[in-house]
């Protein structure tokens, strides 16, 4: 039994001592470092202030290049990198995709330009934190991979903001160091004071030629072009002519669905017409003349409209459609004479419109890779038409519509981000 007591006080010291050594001080072995992206840019953000405040310049450079190397391009160390290739005098609007995380991939990785697609984005997203307002996918990136910093997403934030309040401070402490390019003069003042630099600055003719420049314009560009998926609802009234005007005026709604270039639309669409004839009028159907007073139409086709004139939020179009038309004459559940039997009888033609169209923008809206733009559109169109009712009434004639359009088009173009 003392053997027993022995051994188990034994095994329970070894345990006791074991449990002693803290899993912290594991700490120290793991020497093998993979040098995770976000542990890098924790670690980078604390250093890089650091090392300006206390001159280390050499070593803040070297400090940018290992972040670029462990990281993919994100604003956080594009912001940084800009203002220290200015501090440096190494300042040039290209910007190596190679120097990157994915240039370990030798074979794959390009020299292409990071800086060209990426500094509108840069610029909104840095304008955007540097009011506070930090990426809370970064923060669940933080949680995703398991870094125990930032503790909580209170010191993820008041993480960020001093490094915020620091990328402000640094371009402060450029302004007036030596004679800056009109880029480089811009992009001091904008990370200096995001909030009172305007991006339409950049019109100015200082920046003939730059990057920066070129890609606002194409900003502006798109912002004015009006393109992207159209959707619409319409309504107005039918107005036949010659003999088909026996039938009446009938009022219809329908909708549309297609697509806008710069210049030309192009929808498929489908009415409905109703609202039965004022005046009778006869078909013939299973070898009996029948008089009726029943309508009901359908017009499905395709229009096209080109721009013919464009003034401020208003635009006139010339347009055409082809498509067919068609009337019910009998409805579903009209008896004949025995009562018994159901009768549906149409008259139908295919046909061609030429036409105009008085669109007026009534709003724009833009969100993340997504611009929509709003419209009432006044439509004119003469439609040509060749009903046949043979043994009936004679329906020949052609037919105007005037009707309004409410609608929309959506372009998602990711190219561009929203800028203010």
């Known amino acids: 039994m003392k053997k027993v007591l022995s051994i188990l006080f034994l095994s329970l010291a070894a345990y006791t001592t074991n449990a002693q050594v803290k899993p912290e001080t594991m700490a120290g072995l793991m020497k093998h470092r993979m040098y995770p992206a976000y542990e890098v840019e924790y670690n980078a953000i604390l250093l890089a202030q650091d090392m300006y405040h206390r ?15 462990h990281s993919r ?109 009109p880029v480089e003069a811009y992009l001091i003042r904008f990370y200096s004071l995001p909030d009172s630099i305007t ?16 890609r606002y314009k194409a900003y502006s560009d798109y912002r004015k072009s009006i393109t992207g998926l159209d959707i619409g609802l319409r309504g107005g009234i039918w107005v036949p002519q010659d003999r088909l005007a026996l039938l009446g005026s009938h009022p219809y709604i329908g909708y549309q669905i297609g697509g806008k270039s710069k210049k030309l639309v192009w929808d498929l ?44 939020k208003q635009q006139i179009d010339f347009q055409w459609a082809v498509g067919y038309d068609g009337i019910q004459t009998l409805p579903t559940g009209a008896n004949t004479n025995t009562g018994k039997q159901s009768l549906t009888h149409y008259v139908g033609s295919a046909y061609i419109s030429p036409g105009l169209v008085w669109r007026v923008y009534t709003g724009q809206r833009f969100r993340a890779g997504l611009q929509r733009n709003t419209y009432l559109a006044l439509v004119a169109r003469y439609n040509i038409v060749d009903y046949k009712n043979p ?30």
């Open 73 to 181: 391009p994100n604003e956080r160390l594009f912001s940084l990198a800009m203002l220290n290739s200015i501090r440096s005098n190494r300042f040039r609007e290209f910007v190596s995709r190679s120097q990157y995380m994915m240039a370990r991939n030798t074979s794959t990785i390009s020299d292409s330009d990071v800086y060209r697609p990426s500094v509108l984005f840069m610029l909104s997203e840095y304008k955007k934190a540097a009011r506070g307002s930090f990426s809370d996918e970064v923060y669940r990136l933080w949680q995703f991979n398991n870094y125990p910093l930032p503790k909580d997403v209170t010191d993820y934030y008041n993480f960020y903001e001093k490094y915020y309040a620091f990328l402000k401070e640094m371009a402060q402490s450029l302004e007036g160091k030596r004679s800056y390019s």
């Open 199 to 214: 991006y339409s600055e950049l019109d100015s003719t200082i920046y003939s030629g730059t990057v920066l420049q070129e």
């Open 55 to 69: 001159g280390s310049y050499d070593s803040l450079d070297a400090l940018c290049a290992f972040w670029a190397s």
């Open 269 to 312: 669409m489908l009415d409905f017409r109703f609202v039965r004839s004022p005046n009778e009028y006869q078909v013939f159907k299973n070898d009996t003349l029948r008089t009726t007073r029943a309508y009901s139409g359908i017009n499905a086709g395709l229009e096209f409209s080109h721009l013919l004139a464009r003034f401020g």
């Open 391 to 420: 043994g009936g009434t004679d329906l020949h004639g052609n037919y105007t519509t005037v009707g309004i359009i409410w609608g929309t088009y959506r372009n998602s173009n990711r190219n561009f981000p929203v800028l203010d």
